[in-house]
């Protein structure tokens, strides 16, 4: 009985506050007319192409530089090899 947990009582919540409508007056003002809206920015073709192009190159770059370092580990594993055999040809 004394490691029973007590619930806490809930507070009671305040009633909301009544809030009054009122309606506008009416104006007998002139107002000018609103300046005309702008629409809204929408991507063109012209963006959808710049993106492309920037898409492609990223991935071209990536491919050149993918084959650049294939070709250097190529290369430098035919020099090993060119020395070994050399090496082996005057021990003969």
Aim: contains cysteine; hydrophobic residues 50%.
């Amino acid at each position: 009985m004394l490691l029973q947990p007590k619930l806490p009582t809930t507070p009671h919540a305040p009633s909301p506050a009544v809030q009054h409508t009122h309606e506008p007056a009416t104006c007998t003002c002139q107002h000018a007319t609103p300046a005309p809206r702008r629409s809204p920015l929408v991507p063109s073709v012209g963006t959808g192409a710049v993106a492309l192009v920037l898409v492609g190159g990223v991935v071209a770059t990536a491919l050149l530089a993918a084959v650049a370092v294939s070709a250097i580990s190529v290369a430098v594993a035919a020099v090993v090899l060119r020395s070994l055999f050399n090496a082996q040809q005057r021990h003969r």
